[in-house]
């Protein structure tokens, strides 16, 4: 059973993410409040000494002392290093200390108003690694919270689908009985499975009594067609119709064998190693009548053999499925038919397949677009079930030819054109 990742990962995401957000925003915030309070409590002050030391120096002179925590510079005063310096306030460091230095000019005059902040800034410095800090022990601590509460989240979920996978909800009354949503999910599940097992078993009990019902007249048929042929056997003309009613009898008692077997559970059916070839062209010459009168060539590429484990009736409806819907839509042209190792590809230079209908193809009573498309629709819908039940993929997509190639394959390869 393959581990719910995704759904935990986004669990733990959505649980991680919001604790994130929300402390980034508070750290945010803090920023701005520790910026907003250098700005009041130093930037602010020195603006206004900055005022003070102005009005003096038009009254005539300064006086230092006033300041208790500043110093004041003019003129020659302030430091060479400063002097070059734009008027603002700037932070510089000396040695130890850190001063914020606000230059200006009254009259013509500089001068320099300094406070030490090494105190500030080094608390500053102190709550910004503490907000990092915080950030990130509330990720971590979100992240572990969220890990271990997906688990307990995930558990349920991930015992209703084990139990699914093995065929078990029915029998486990601890899911059945949950009074939450994974309850409510699995009486769904049983619910729903007992409905398809019902329409299942109509199914095959449908397909196996129409099939055991044909069986009896389709035997008295073939008899019946075996005994005019031996009699009308100085008769060229009757002989030859005799004989191919009694090759469509013989082939419709094969076909409804298969239709039993087609009835039954796949792991019931009987599987053997199969010739291919034999197969093959025992089934083109049962379909080549459909060629007769037209302009149509066969092409069939074939190997020494090709040997594979299946069943023979199955595989051979599947085969002759496909060949009468090439034979019945090819009006000109060729028909090419390809035995290989892994796969039998049969395609034409008939009207194709649609891409709109290629993708339920398959399904019962769906017909190709064309014009000759005439039947049930259910040759196609047979041939895959029949590769379900015997494990093969079966695919459509455009010949080069112009018309469709139709892939069987029995062998697990990578195929992008392939729709199954």
């Known amino acids: ?30 920023y701005v409040v520790i910026e907003a309070a250098e700005y009041e409590l130093i930037e602010a002050r020195l603006m206004h000494a900055a005022r003070v030391v102005s009005k003096r120096m038009r009254e005539g002179g300064v006086d230092a002392p006033q300041f208790s925590d500043l110093k004041v510079y003019t003129g020659s005063q302030i430091p060479v290093e400063w002097r070059a310096l734009a008027p603002r306030v700037h932070e510089i460091s000396t040695g130890d200390s850190i001063l914020q230095v606000l230059l200006a000019e009254e009259g013509g005059e500089r001068f320099a108003i300094v406070v030490d902040v090494s105190a500030f800034e080094h608390l500053e410095t102190a ?22 509460s ?24 601890k899911l059945l009985a949950a009074p939450d ?6 009486r769904a599940f049983v619910a729903r499975a007992s409905q398809l097992a019902k329409v299942l078993e109509r199914e095959r009990n449908f397909t196996a009594d129409v099939s055991h019902e044909l069986r009896t007249p389709l035997t008295v048929v073939l008899g019946a067609s075996e005994l005019l042929t031996a009699r009308l056997a100085d008769r060229a003309d009757l002989a030859a119709v005799a004989e ?24 019931r059916i ?12 025992r089934e083109i010459e049962r379909c080549r ?59 034409d230079t008939g009207p194709g397949v649609a891409k709109s209908i290629r993708h339920r193809l398959f399904e019962p009573f769906v017909r190709g677009d064309a014009a000759s498309a005439t039947g049930t629709g259910l040759g ?35 195929d992008a054109a392939l729709y199954t």
């Not at 997906?150 to 009354?173: G, H, K, M, Q």
């Not at 191919?244 to 792991?267: F, H, W």
């Not at 030819?401 to 394959?409: D, E, P, V």
């Open 244 to 267: 191919r009613i009694r090759r469509a009898t013989s082939g419709m008692s094969e076909r409804v064998s298969a239709l039993l077997q087609l009835a039954r559970d796949p792991n």
């Open 181 to 186: 949503e994974i309850g409510v999910l699995a």
């Open 127 to 148: 709550a910004y690694v503490g907000l990092v800090a915080a950030l990130l022990a509330a990720a971590l601590l979100a992240l572990a919270i969220a890990r271990a």
């Open 289 to 347: 009548p459909l060629l007769d009168g037209k302009p149509v060539k066969l092409e069939l590429e074939t190997p020494d053999e090709v040997w594979v484990p299946g069943n023979a009736d199955l595989a051979a409806i599947a085969v002759n499925n496909l060949l009468r819907n090439a034979f019945h839509f090819t009006e000109r042209g060729s028909v090419r038919v390809a035995l290989a190792a892994d796969a039998l590809v049969v395609e």
């Open 150 to 173: 997906a688990s307990r989240i995930i558990a349920p979920i991930t015992l209703l689908a084990e139990a699914v996978e093995r065929d078990t909800l029915a029998a486990n009354p």
């Open 1 to 30: 059973m393959r581990s719910s990742g995704p759904l935990r990962r986004r669990l733990v995401a959505a649980c991680v993410l919001p604790a994130v957000v929300i402390g980034g925003v508070f750290s945010a915030a803090s």
């Open 270 to 281: 009987e599987i053997a190693t199969l010739a291919l070839r034999p197969l093959l062209e």
């Open 380 to 414: 196609l819908s047979i041939v895959k079930r029949v590769a379900d039940h015997l494990g093969w993929r079966v695919g459509v997509d455009d010949s080069p030819r112009g018309g469709a190639r139709f892939t069987l394959r029995w062998r697990a390869q990578g």
